[in-house]
């Protein structure tokens, strides 16, 4: 077991493309309650990493992202994305949300091309890459579908495309997966991992699904209930290069070992 626990920084090292430090945010909404959902955290993804990150629901997940994004303001800590302070968001990083929303009045192409149009590109070579990322995800023929006339499942994968197409150096995926049959998300995982490889890039990755974080990541970081600590960090060290790689001892080992970890945690989130 290689658990790094919580604590180890490595601030400012050329290896690091995401680096947490000292991280820590409370909800203080106008009406209702105050919630500390972060306490502390330190964390430093590396260049090009694939990093999964797991925890029970409520533990914070989606407020790191939020955080790392840029979508809330870091009151407590800081956090560096290649070397510079997060302060908003920015086109080098890219987040597909938990409640991901696409623009109900564009097509499916439309929305896919929205950023790119933004950030200059060319409207031909715009409509190139939305055609190509549109199949890499199974959408082709629906691109000139409306959001409205699309199952769930492939609303998300228009999502997860319109982030992809725009090919950030870091990106944040908060369960972009969660919606989709076991099939279409085993293929998910497949492209995915397949334009991780052909386009390196860092990627936290939130799943509540074990088997999915291990077949795609490289470390496993497992949270803690509510307020959200590192509890473990875990190396997931699979060969891929096996393609029966998930009935392999190691990896079904792998799972069990964080499956009891994210365990551990049941029933302890802070009221
Ligand atoms: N806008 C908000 N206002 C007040 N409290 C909030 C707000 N958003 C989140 N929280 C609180 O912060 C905590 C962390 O929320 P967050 O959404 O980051 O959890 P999560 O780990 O992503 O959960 P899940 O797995 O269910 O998506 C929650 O316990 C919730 O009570
Ligand atoms: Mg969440």
Known sequence: MEHAGPGRVETGSEDAQIVVSGVSHVYRPKHG???LALDDI???VRRNEFVALLG????GKSTLLYLTGGFLPVEQGT???LGETVRKPGPD???VFQHFALFPWKTVRANVMYGLERKGVPRREAEVRAAEILVQVGLKGFEDSYPSQLSGGMRQRAAIARTLVLD???LLMDEPFGALDAQTRNLMQIELLALWRRSPKAVVFVTHDVHEAVYLAERVVVMSARPGRIKAIVETGIDRSDPEFVKSRAFVEKVDEIWHLIHEEDG???P
């Open 268 to 270: 302890k989130a802070a």
């Open 56 to 59: 029970p629901s409520g533990c």
């Open 79 to 81: 956090i560096c994305v």
């Open 93 to 95: 990083r890219g987040i």
């Open 33 to 35: 309650r105050q919630v």
């Open 42 to 44: 330190n964390l430093t």
């Open 168 to 170: 950030p150096a870091t």
